[in-house]
């Protein structure tokens, strides 16, 4: 984001909370081989990262004189007062008009503004706007990219052309000159009537209003710059630059890994700059941690970015794959198969981070951020957990892996020095009975907050002798320092009883009282 406004002077991209949360810097990023772009938080991606790469902001989807219809349905709606947070709901929008060929429900509408915050308009009209150009179907996933064609009013039948054609003819026979060009971007009116551009009051324009200083506007515009701010260095010396490689194999990886000291292996940084600082002590006052001497890049490393989905229900995922990814297979596995366990995984995994996180976020930088600050809670290895799933780890050092860790054991091995995690494998459902599975979180937001307590049961049930249980697991997050507590005394209390037998759930709570008071 700092590069795209201080060096490319593209003042459309907004810095405001600066860690990921608000989406005023939403762009759109298309990585090499990648067929559509999504919304990013321009604000966490590392420039390296953006080698090869599409980036596409808000100036190339659409302007004053020539707006995306978007845009324009966002004015005519009056969704948008001061402006700030605009360009970045414009962003989020065109990337899911992007991602769903221009054809989105109205859920994905509201899920892909969970992203940006707005702190003056409120997202009713917001929201009405972009339902309305869905409803319309005006939009197509490449009016996304390819804009010109699509951003100007082509005169069809749509009320807001009309009436943009019907200011355009009554300017026409108006004798009066006109009016200067509207403003691109509320940041424009920082650029009007600095010093250089003031002149005295016109004594023959009685109403003309000097500023407080005694000189008027000219009404041209500054070509005033912000200066450019160095990075900050944790040794009182010149910036640290730490170095970047970006390799495309498992083997290369490991081998920069091994020969590089002080190297750290980074995903799509969505946590390094929005989420760690809350549990490394730099949100109260410690001192910055000491930066890498170099980042090992695993967005390129095809096994990392490698999905499994096979027709047994088994499902394995590179450590690099997205959030996204892992929501999209949840959903659409849910929707072949209501009721089944993905229903219960899928509802939640909406509520991990946002739109923009999720997008380039990977499974694997989750459940490492886990392993690297214990408070941090989880929601994917808790959910990855209920389902059975186990990692695959991997020693740079020696090339030795061990395939299946259950993700408790994972965090319990404490070093993972010159270790990288590989995969994650969720077994198939169990061939026989009938698996239930419940999910359930405490927060005090529904969107982009952390869990206080969060919590999953899944339970293999036969029917045919009243619900009786064969099976379960259950985890708890939020009780211990470490993430993802297995309640396995409790779970086994449930084994051989029916569901929902008082006695079989009160020996069940009796078994999780000791983890409970524990935390004292």
């Known amino acids: 984001a700092t590069y795209l406004r201080e060096h490319e002077r593209l ?30 938080n321009a604000c966490l991606r590392l420039l390296a990262a ?7 902001t808000v100036e190339g989807i659409g302007s004053a004189a020539s707006p995306h219809p978007f845009q324009r349905r966002l004015a005519n709606a009056n969704g948008s007062q001061c402006g700030f947070c605009s360009p970045g709901m414009v962003a989020a929008i065109v990337g899911l008009l992007e991602t769903t060929g221009g054809r989105p429900s109205a859920q994905q509408v ?52 009309e009436a943009e054609q019907a200011a355009r003819a009554s300017e026409k026979v108006r004798s009066r000159p006109r009016p200067p060009a509207p403003l691109d971007d509320i940041e424009d009116l920082m650029k009007l009537c600095h010093a250089h ?22 009404g041209r515009r500054s070509s005033r710059t912000t200066p450019i701010v160095p990075l900050p260095s944790t040794t009182g010396g010149a910036p640290a630059v730490p170095s970047w490689y970006a390799p495309t194999t498992l083997a290369e990886a490991m081998s920069l890994l091994t020969a590089i000291a002080g190297s750290e292996l980074v995903g799509a940084n969505t946590a390094n700059v929005g989420v760690a600082k809350y549990y490394d002590g730099r949100s109260t006052g410690g001192a910055l941690p000491t930066p890498p001497s170099a980042y090992i890049a695993t967005e390129a490393i095809a096994e990392l970015s490698a999905v499994l ?54 499974v694997g930088g989750n459940l490492m ?20 799933a186990t990692v695959s780890l991997c020693d740079a050092a020696s090339h030795e892996c061990v395939r299946s860790m259950a993700i408790p054991a994972f965090y319990a091995t404490r070093d993972m020095a010159k270790k990288l995690l590989v995969a994650v494998h969720v077994p198939a ?33 036969d029917s045919r002798t009243k619900m009786r249980v064969s099976a379960t697991r259950a985890f708890y997050g939020g009780l211990r320092q470490h993430e993802v507590t297995s309640a396995a005394a409790a779970a086994v209390a449930l084994v051989g009883k ?18 409970v008071t524990s935390l004292d």
């Not at 659409?332 to 999720?358: D, I, K, M, Y």
């Not at 029916?498 to 983890?515: K, N, Q, R």
Request: aromatic letters at 4%.
């Open 309 to 362: 989905d096979l027709p047994d229900g088994s499902l394995t995922l590179g450590a690099a794959v997205p959030l996204a990814t892992l929501l999209k297979l949840a959903e659409e596995r849910a929707t072949r198969r209501p009721g089944c366990r993905w229903a219960a995984v899928a509802s939640p995994l909406h509520r991990v981070a946002n739109t923009q996180v999720r997008a380039v976020g990977t």
């Open 369 to 388: 951020l886990a392993h690297a600050y214990g408070r941090f809670p989880s929601d994917v290895a808790l959910l990855l957990s209920v389902l059975g």
């Open 429 to 461: 459902p169990p061939s026989t009975g009938t698996e239930l599975v419940f999910t359930y979180k405490v927060a005090l937001r529904a969107q982009n907050a952390h869990a206080l307590i969060h919590a999953g049961f899944a339970f293999v049930v």
């Open 11 to 40: 003042t459309g991209v907004k810095l405001s909370c600066r860690e990921g949360g608000c989406g005023a810097c939403t762009v759109l990023l298309r990585r090499p081989g990648e067929r559509h772009a999504v919304a990013i």
């Open 498 to 515: 029916p569901l929902g037998d008082p006695t079989a759930l009160g020996d069940a709570l009796a078994a999780l009282g000791p983890l």
């Open 197 to 218: 551009d003031q002149v005295p009051p016109d004594p023959a324009r009685p109403g003309d209003r000097p500023a407080a200083h005694g000189m008027r506007c000219n």
């Open 50 to 56: 953006c080698d090869g790469c599409e980036v596409t």
């Open 110 to 161: 509201e899920h892909a503004l969970d992203g940006n915050l707005c702190r003056c308009t409120g997202y009713r009209r917001i929201l009405d706007a972009a339902q309305e150009l869905v409803a319309a179907g005006q939009a197509t996933a490449r009016a996304a990219v390819d804009l010109v064609s699509q951003t100007a009013c082509d005169g069809s039948a749509d009320e807001c052309c």
